[in-house]
């Protein structure tokens, strides 16, 4: 029975790690659907160490567990912030910002095509290899810095973080947006050229809508593009060196 009691309060302790890592995915917040997804990738995420019983110092232990959460977390949620930058540039430039509207899911307000692809990056993360991924990100955390680890060397990593990781996430945001901010400047310029012959199209107002359509056609067209993308945006952030 004592086994039994044990093996509980050490899932219970090592589920801190990944309750506080996957708090920070910015997808379903405490929603039936956040929890739906996140409860069972947290309990398998709790059983990889196999820690039995609480450690000695457990006040100190819960507080370096919740340090490297937020530092996974961090690392893990690059991906997110790629694809919601890529969207917002995209939606600023076509003039989508004033569509924006609230995302439970999110708890973001955004437009049409940052939602869009924030939704791509999510897929990334919960299928395929991106969940393989999220697999071994734990089990190399879970090795590198084993439950109730007193001194964690975990300022290395934040300071990585803060140096190129989050700036990774801007430049891939951007590089995924240009191709269609360019695309939609030549929409702008062709119905710009059009209007100096065909008088009464005004391209101040078509050129929303326009482009709207281009884009949805591209975009439908490059979804198996774009997920590959965000995979390879996803595998890059979610090493630990």
Known sequence: MDDYIGYIEGLAFCSIRPVVALSLIPF???????????????????????????????????????????TLGLLLSVTFH???????????????????????????????????????????????????????????????????????????????????????????GIKLAMPLIGLMFLVDISLGLMSRYAKRINPFMTAPSVKAIVLSFTIIFCVPVLLERFNAIFLAGAILR
């Open 82 to 172: 790629a694809a919601a930058a890529a969207g917002a540039l995209i939606d600023q430039q076509g003039g989508y910002m004033v569509g924006a509207s609230y995302d439970p899911n999110f708890r973001t307000e955004a437009a049409h095509f940052e939602k869009l692809f924030v939704w791509l990056a999510t897929l990334t993360f919960f299928t395929g290899t991106g969940l393989k991924a999220v697999y071994g990100f734990f089990a190399d955390a879970w090795a590198l810095w084993p439950p109730g680890a007193p001194r964690p060397d975990y300022m290395r990593v934040m300071q990585e973080l803060a140096e190129s990781r989050l700036a990774l996430s801007i430049v891939e």
């Open 28 to 70: 379903a917040g405490t929603e039936s659907l956040g929890i739906a997804l996140r409860l069972p990738l947290t309990l398998m995420l709790a059983v990889l160490p196999h820690q039995a019983g609480w450690p000695d110092n457990p006040v100190i232990a819960i507080g370096v567990e919740v340090l490297i959460g937020l």
